[in-house]
C-alpha cells in the first residue's frame, strides 16, 4: 500500500502553472443530498500530493451525484480528462444534456421559470404536482441508452423538479418514480444560465456513463485518481436514505466496493472515499474500520442538511479513507 507524505504545495511549486487550467466558474447546478460543496476546504487537504503537483491527468468518480468534487478538480487542478458515473439514469442522463445540448436545455427551463414564477402559491403547488406526474408517466417513453431529442425536455423537467421540491430533495422509489413533495419557495432560481454555460464548458473534458460503480475499472489509465462518494451507511434505521435512484445501496454493496478499492490499489490507483461514520451513534461499530483496514481512515466534521429541523442539522463525523499518506495522517 502506498505511503507518501504530502507537500505544501504553496512552498513546491508554482501553482499558478497548474491550476485553473479548465476554470469557468462552474459549480454544480443540481441540488443534492449529501453534496460535497460544505466538505470541499476539508477535502482538499485529502488530496494525493500528485494531484496538487498536476502530475494527475485522469479523474475518475464512480458515485458522482452533484459533482462538487468534480467541479473542485477539474477547474482547480491540471486534470485533461474526468470519468463520471452513476446508476441514476436521470441524473446520467441530465448531465449528458447539460454537456450536448444546453442552449435548448436552457430555453426549455426560461419557459419553465416565467411559468411558475409568475403564479401564487396554490397555482405553483398544482403546477408542481402536475409536472411530476406527467415526468413519472413518461419515463416510459425515454430510451435512457441512445441520446435523443427528449432527453433536453426530460433534463429541463429534472432540473424544474430538483429546484422546486421539498429540501431539494432529489428522491425516487423502488418503481423508479419521483416522489419528492412540493418545497415552498418564493423565489427558487430555476434557471442559472451562466453556471448552465460554464458546466457545459467544463463537461467538455468529461466522459458520461450510466452505469455500476464496478464498471470503472474497464476505463483505468495510468495517473489515475479516483474519489469515491457512494449512497452513505444510514447511521440508525429512520435515517435510511440511500433512494437517490430506484436501486439500494447496503451492507453488500459497501463491502463490494471496500473489494473493489482493494483491486484499483494494486492496479497503483491513488483512492479517496468517503462515508458516514457509524461510530456517530454506535461507538462499537467498526464496520468501516474492519471493510478498509490497512487504509488511511480519517473522521472530519461535517453538518447534516437534510434533516428537515434545521436544530437537527448538527454536526457529526464522516470518514475519510485514502490509500495514501497525507500530512492529516501524521
Not at 432529489?170 to 453556471?195: A, T, V
Not at 466534521?301 to 457529526?316: D, E, G, Q, T, Y
Request: aromatic content about 16%; proline content about 3%; hydrophobic content about 35%.
Amino acid at each position: 500500500m502506498k505511503n507518501k507524505k504530502n507537500l505544501d504545495i504553496t512552498n513546491s511549486f508554482k501553482v499558478k502553472d497548474i491550476f485553473y487550467k479548465y476554470a469557468v466558474g462552474a459549480k454544480p447546478f443540481l441540488k443534492w443530498a449529501g453534496g460535497k460543496n460544505q466538505l470541499l476546504s476539508v477535502f482538499r487537504k485529502f488530496y494525493p500530493k500528485e494531484l496538487l503537483k498536476g502530475e494527475i491527468k485522469n479523474y475518475y468518480e464512480p458515485f458522482v451525484g452533484g459533482g462538487a468534487v468534480f467541479f473542485d478538480i477539474a477547474q482547480n487542478y491540471g486534470i485533461d480528462s474526468a470519468f463520471l458515473y452513476d446508476i441514476n439514469e436521470e441524473l446520467v442522463l441530465t448531465y449528458k444534456v447539460v454537456q450536448k445540448d444546453v442552449n435548448s436545455l436552457i430555453e426549455f427551463l426560461h419557459r419553465y421559470s416565467n411559468q411558475y414564477l409568475s403564479l401564487k402559491r396554490e397555482k405553483r403547488e398544482q403546477y408542481y404536482y402536475e409536472l411530476r406526474h406527467n415526468f413519472n408517466l413518461q419515463r416510459f417513453n425515454i430510451d435512457y441508452d441512445k441520446y435523443s431529442e427528449n432527453w433536453v425536455s426530460r433534463a429541463a423537467q429534472i432540473i424544474f423538479l430538483n429546484k422546486t421540491c421539498y429540501n431539494g430533495l432529489f428522491r425516487f422509489n423502488s418503481k423508479g418514480e419521483f416522489n419528492s413533495p412540493f418545497g415552498l419557495y418564493d423565489n427558487p432560481k430555476i434557471l442559472d444560465e451562466n453556471n448552465l454555460l460554464n458546466v457545459s464548458k467544463l463537461l467538455e473534458i468529461a466522459e458520461i456513463k450510466k452505469a455500476d460503480f464496478k464498471e470503472v475499472r474497464q476505463d483505468i489509465k495510468k495517473s489515475s485518481f479516483i474519489y469515491f462518494d457512494p449512497p452513505y451507511r444510514p447511521l440508525s434505521k429512520t435515517s435510511n436514505f440511500t433512494s437517490y435512484s430506484k436501486y439500494q445501496f447496503k451492507d453488500d454493496d459497501q463491502i463490494q466496493l471496500a473489494s473493489l478499492f482493494n483491486e484499483l490499489n494494486e492496479m497503483d490507483c491513488l483512492l479517496m472515499l468517503s462515508n458516514s461514520d457509524p461510530k456517530n451513534t454506535d461507538p462499537t461499530d467498526n464496520f468501516f474500520d474492519i471493510i478498509y483496514k490497512g487504509y488511511n481512515i480519517r473522521r472530519v466534521s461535517a453538518k447534516r442538511i437534510i434533516n428537515s429541523n434545521v436544530k437537527k442539522r448538527n454536526s457529526i463525523n464522516e470518514i475519510i479513507v485514502t490509500n495514501y499518506s497525507t500530512d492529516e495522517n501524521k
